[in-house]
């Protein structure tokens, strides 16, 4: 059985089934050839192949805002190469492929190979995952301990969509330590590779419905 009879290929084939995250049994090889075939942004955990939620149109805003920010943030620093969604992370332990909405890799890439001609990095410096309520459990609940594990990661970035809160999760200098600070308001700022990251422009032209 081919991947196009086993598995939807088409973003309209994805989108009958539902906006939520579909799961289905496969191997890392069908994996890596679903990934080049199909129209939306699958992942890879242990035997199954995770076609992802459907992303909203703020997610899409934010990451594209996010991107620019990375951008000049960090096109003074040649050692940095920028990722956007499409670049997987391999976690080897895990036997995982995640699609993190962006990353950056410090110094030169280090690749796995897993299908013929399909790589992933392994050594990432930075992880940006955007939340949503489709999303939140399992990046908070499996995703941050296993990025946790990744030597090379020095920060770990969660976006809310909803509200401006930006959490920044940074290895301390224990390497088997981490430190969180959660930024909500946007006035305020982080650093990153010693340039200023403001919440402004992460969610810039984004409007945020009252509570009240």
Avoid at 54 to 81: P, Q, T
Avoid at 126 to 140: A, C, G, N
Wanted: one cysteine or more; charged letters at 25%.
């Amino acid at each position: 059985m081919t991947i196009t009879e086993k598995f939807p290929i088409t973003l309209k084939e994805r989108l009958q089934l539902g906006p939520e995250e579909q799961v289905f049994e496969g191997t890392l090889e069908e994996f890596g050839a679903l990934a080049e075939a199909c129209e939306y942004p699958v992942e890879y955990e242990e035997g199954k192949i995770i076609a992802m939620s459907i992303a909203s149109d703020v997610h899409e805003r934010i990451v594209a805002n996010l991107s620019g920010v990375l951008f000049l943030v960090l096109r003074g620093h040649k050692e940095f190469i920028r990722y956007g969604s499409n670049r997987h992370i391999y976690l080897p332990e895990f036997q995982c492929a995640c699609a993190p909405d962006a990353s950056v890799v410090k110094g030169e890439p280090e690749a796995f190979e897993y299908a013929s001609g399909k790589t992933a990095n392994l050594n990432p410096w930075l992880l940006v995952e955007v939340l949503s309520e489709s999303t939140r459990d399992k990046d908070l609940g499996r995703k941050l301990p296993r990025y946790k594990k990744i030597k090379p990661l020095q920060y770990i970035l969660f976006i809310e969509q909803d509200v401006p809160l930006v959490t920044v999760h940074h290895r301390m200098e224990d390497p088997g330590r981490w430190a969180s600070i959660d930024y909500n308001r946007l006035e305020q700022s982080f650093d990153l590779a010693g340039q200023t990251v403001s919440l402004a422009d992460i969610y810039n032209n984004i409007q945020f419905v009252s509570a009240g």
